[in-house]
């Protein structure tokens, strides 16, 4: 069975303050997609990365950055420099890579920005 | 172009009652997916819609009924509702065949008293 966890629950920091989301996932999977969502708090998601399994290199999209460790099951997500807009609940999912296989997310992690 | 719409946005029921909600999907997209999300929760897959089929279907009870019209737009019914029934209904959409992004929209916030 596919299992996500989030162990932080939630995370404050001090705007320009550089905060890392951690993710730890269970497959047996081979082949498999991992992603991050945003949630601010009007509730829609918003898709942020996907990786695929055989990826692992580490990706960078402005002051997002992703760290895919397959050795240790992580994939875990920095935000460098944060901002009060960065506030929001963050998820991490996997799914199957074969056909339109439902994601699997984690509880999520609340981070708060404080200015 | 529109992304994935839902309605209503909030919705208050009574225990026992049953509830419909509804879901379009973005332009292009004929499959649809219902997750559940409880307060503090990550969202949960209810069932996948595709060709007006249920695909797959995630573990939740038969209470959770749904359906898929012509047009690719969808239905999510709750019968005999629960206190635990409480949650944000998220509608996903893609496009079928192969992997596809999945989209997500704005949720449907219910409330069970």
């Known amino acids: 069975a596919q299992k996500v966890t989030q162990a932080q629950t939630e995370i404050s920091v001090v705007e320009k303050e550089d905060v890392t989301l951690d993710c730890v996932y269970e497959?047996?999977?081979?082949?498999?997609?991992l992603f991050w969502y945003k949630q601010p708090p009007s509730g829609e998601l918003v898709f942020l990365i996907r990786?695929?399994?055989?990826?692992?290199q580490n990706e960078i999209s402005g002051r997002y950055s992703w760290n895919f460790q397959k050795s240790t099951s992580s994939f875990n997500f920095t935000i460098t420099a944060s901002q009060v807009v960065d506030s929001a609940v963050y998820f991490c999912?996997?799914?199957?890579?074969?056909?339109?296989?439902?994601?699997?997310f984690g509880k999520g992690t609340r981070l708060s920005v404080i200015a | 172009d529109a992304g994935v719409t839902q309605s209503p946005t909030h919705l208050i029921k009574t225990r026992g009652q049953q509830v419909t909600l509804r879901c379009s999907p973005k332009?292009?997209?004929?499959?649809v997916s219902w997750y559940q999300q409880a307060l503090g929760q990550g969202p949960q897959f209810i069932f996948q819609?595709?060709?007006?089929?249920?695909?797959q279907r995630g573990n939740f009870p038969d209470r959770f009924s749904g359906h898929q019209f012509p047009n690719y737009s969808s239905e999510l019914n709750v019968n005999a509702l629960l206190l635990g029934d409480s949650a944000l209904y998220l509608c996903?959409?893609?496009?079928?065949?192969?992997?596809?992004?999945?989209?997500f929209g704005p949720g449907t916030r219910l409330t069970v008293l």
């Open positions: 996903a959409s893609r496009r079928g065949g192969g992997y596809n992004e999945q989209f």
């Open positions: 497959t047996r999977d081979t082949t498999y997609y």
């Open positions: 990786r695929n399994s055989f990826d692992e």
């Open positions: 999912a996997l799914s199957e890579a074969e056909g339109n296989t439902p994601l699997v």
């Open positions: 332009s292009g997209h004929d499959t």
């Open positions: 819609y595709y060709e007006e089929e249920e695909r």
